[in-house]
């Protein structure tokens, strides 16, 4: 059901356990105090929202990203960056041009991550606009951090109270090294950020697992085999089916989402159906 927020603008509910669709928003125009507003706010309830049909060039993208905070930009490993492309901006792309990537994880499986996670300071939003959308394959999905802490069991709750663990920096989303890494033999003591496992949103104040990536985090406090099964048991319990929704993308689509509330993960992609995004990333603060 939609909701209007104001005379033009209205969010409308996925029906799932996150996401939402903004209506009424123009995000290569200057922000209205009311709709930089309507975006916090459906953020914060819904985790992940869809401004479709945006035609976005890459400087108003950045200049939309910098009214909701500064954003990231870290040097590119995995391919050469186009050049003209601002440092804020990152290609997220299976296309090869000669042989060569144009753009970062490929059409490989991303699995299951928070958006760098691995820094001290990770990020608040991302923003990902669609520009080439394979006609099968590619969607990302999005798992409800605030509803998997609440409807964790009292038991689970218990052992992972004022814990911290590792958010690994060594592996990309799609499972390759990141150079100049190396393979990471004991978890205990690789390299990343330390982050509560429970974290409290700065602005909502609502409770949310963090978690970092899948398969490669370490949790203080218990000898590895131990922090594995636990990490194993928080991850199948986050990713479960009722805290799950899939966005499903069209060309055109700014997908926004709260890292602090919000997991996500993409499927494989078909590597001869070309899929190009441009993505910025918000600068969050050090978890709490
Ligand atoms: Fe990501």
């Known amino acids: 059901m939609s909701v209007t927020l104001s005379s033009n603008i209205a969010v409308v509910p996925s029906g799932g356990a996150c996401g939402a669709e903004l209506k009424g928003i123009d995000a290569s125009r200057p922000l209205t105090p009311e709709a930089k507003g309507a975006i916090k706010q459906a953020l914060f309830a819904h985790g992940v929202i869809c401004l479709r049909n945006q035609t976005i060039t890459d400087e108003q993208l950045v200049a939309f990203g910098r009214t909701f905070s500064d954003l990231h930009a870290y040097p590119v490993t995995e391919y050469e960056k186009p050049k003209g492309l601002p440092p804020e901006v990152e290609l997220i792309s ?3 041009v000669d042989g060569k990537p144009i753009g970062a994880l490929g059409s490989g499986e991303a699995t299951w991550h928070s ?15 669609a520009e080439k959308v394979p006609p099968v394959g ?21 052992k992972i109270e004022g ?10 989303a799609d499972g390759r090294l990141r ?3 190396k393979h990471v033999t004991d978890k205990s003591k690789g390299p990343g950020a330390q982050h509560p496992v429970v974290r409290t949103h700065p602005e909502s104040g609502r409770k949310a697992l963090y978690l970092g990536r899948k398969g490669y985090g370490y949790i203080f406090g218990y000898p590895v085999p131990e922090s594995d099964v636990l990490l194993d048991a928080l991850w199948d319990h986050m990713v479960s089916p009722q805290f799950v929704w899939e966005h499903e993308w069209r060309v055109g689509d700014i997908l926004i989402w709260d890292n602090r509330g919000v997991a996500h993960a993409r499927g494989t992609l078909d590597p001869t159906l070309p899929r190009l995004m441009r993505r910025i990333v918000g600068m969050g603060e050090r978890p709490v």
Do not use: C, V, W
């Open 179 to 181: 150079p100049p890494y």
């Open 115 to 129: 958006d760098m996670s691995m820094f001290d300071i990770p990020a608040s939003f991302t923003y990902l606009y």
């Open 163 to 172: 814990r911290k663990s590792i958010h690994d920096i060594a592996y990309i």
């Open 138 to 158: 590619g969607n990302t999905r999005f798992a409800n951090l605030y509803a998997a802490y609440d409807a964790l069991s009292d038991e689970l709750k218990q």
């Open 94 to 96: 299976n296309i090869l």
